[in-house]
Every structure is written in structure tokens, then in C-alpha cells.
């Protein structure tokens, strides 16, 4: 056990603590929800709609899909496929919009969309939410997809479900499919 410190309080206390009101501000909106556990470590793990997100994301089999061949617009147009199929719609706006289109009032945050960071979006998968990731530098530059439930994945390289330039990750990182391009994740809270 820890020695008290000068003004009387343990510092593990202090951290623990710390951490509740930590958790507590995440789950403010509604988006992450406090674990029964709150206060203590917690290991990531796919529950039972997230394995239902699996199934779905494994039922299209992408690499065999011939409405998938690589290049960045079926990128974009997987994304959107995968999104409807689980019952969040995108709207007919160009890919170099959609990351307005996410964090907009009116738009993306108005159906329960916020834009997270890297592990954020990959719980959000776990728990079976919908969660994206989307590359947009330029026109010819746009790539996106679709964050795969994966408990063994890395909070700083998701996996993800996607169609790049030259492959289909059916699933891979994000580092194999934006091979180190700016990245923005977004989750759907609900």
C-alpha cells in the first residue's frame, strides 16, 4: 500500500478516482458507456452484437465480390454497402465530403455519429457499432472503410474491412490500407 502523501490523501486513490471521473466525462453523451467494472482496468473483448457486426462484415465477402474491385471509388462505395446493410445510411455526397458530412450538426452528429480516436472506433466495432475510418486528401485521393470487430487488434491500428488502390483487406489494419495517409475515425453512438 501506498504511504499517504503530505496533505493526507493515497495516491492510488487519487488515480483511481481520477480515472472514474475520466470515465465518467466519456460517457457523458451516451457514446462510450461506463463498464460495471468502472475504476479498473478492463480488457477488450467482442460481445454478442459485435460478433453479430462480424458475421454481417464476413457475409460479403469482399475479395470474391466482383462489384469490389480495388480502386478508391469502390472504397468509398464498400463503405456505404457495409453502412446500409447495418442499418446506418450515408448520404449522396462526394467522398471528399463525408468527413464534414460525419461532424456536421444537421448531418452525421444528428444521427449519432462522432468522430473518435483510433481505439474509440475500435470498441465502438466490438460492441457492434458502426464505426469508419476515412482518408480524404484529394479527389483522386479518398479511401474509407469499415472498422472490423477484432478483440486481439492494436487501439492504434484498428482492423478494418476495406477495398484500397491495389487490394482487398477482408480484414487487415489500417496501416496495410492507408499505408500511413492522415486518418479520421468516426463511431455511431447507438
Known amino acids: 500500500m501506498s504511504p499517504p502523501n503530505r496533505k493526507g490523501n493515497d495516491p492510488a ?39 453479430r457486426l462480424r458475421a454481417l462484415l464476413q457475409a460479403f465477402h469482399v475479395g470474391e465480390n466482383p462489384r469490389y474491385p480495388p480502386s478508391p471509388e469502390t472504397s468509398i462505395q464498400l463503405m456505404r454497402d457495409l453502412l446500409e446493410r447495418m442499418g446506418a445510411t450515408l448520404p449522396d455526397v462526394p467522398a471528399m465530403r463525408l468527413c464534414e458530412w460525419f461532424t456536421s450538426a444537421q448531418g452525421g452528429r444528428a444521427q449519432g455519429w462522432r468522430e473518435v480516436p ?26 474509407a472503410g469499415v472498422i472490423y470487430p477484432d478483440e486481439s487488434s492494436s487501439a492504434s491500428n484498428p482492423t478494418v474491412l476495406m477495398v484500397s488502390e491495389a487490394e482487398w483487406l477482408d480484414p487487415g489494419t489500417v496501416l496495410q490500407g492507408f499505408r500511413g495517409k492522415p486518418v479520421r475515425y468516426f463511431a455511431q453512438s447507438v
Open 13 to 51: 486513490q487519487a488515480k483511481q478516482a481520477a480515472f472514474r471521473a475520466y470515465q465518467s466525462r466519456r460517457s457523458a453523451d451516451g457514446f462510450e458507456a461506463v463498464p460495471s467494472s468502472a475504476g479498473s482496468m478492463w480488457k477488450a473483448f467482442v460481445g454478442p452484437r459485435g460478433e
Open 118 to 143: 483510433s481505439g474509440l472506433a475500435q470498441t465502438a466495432a466490438n460492441d457492434g457499432r458502426a464505426a469508419v475510418v476515412v482518408c480524404a486528401l484529394g479527389p483522386d485521393e479518398t479511401l
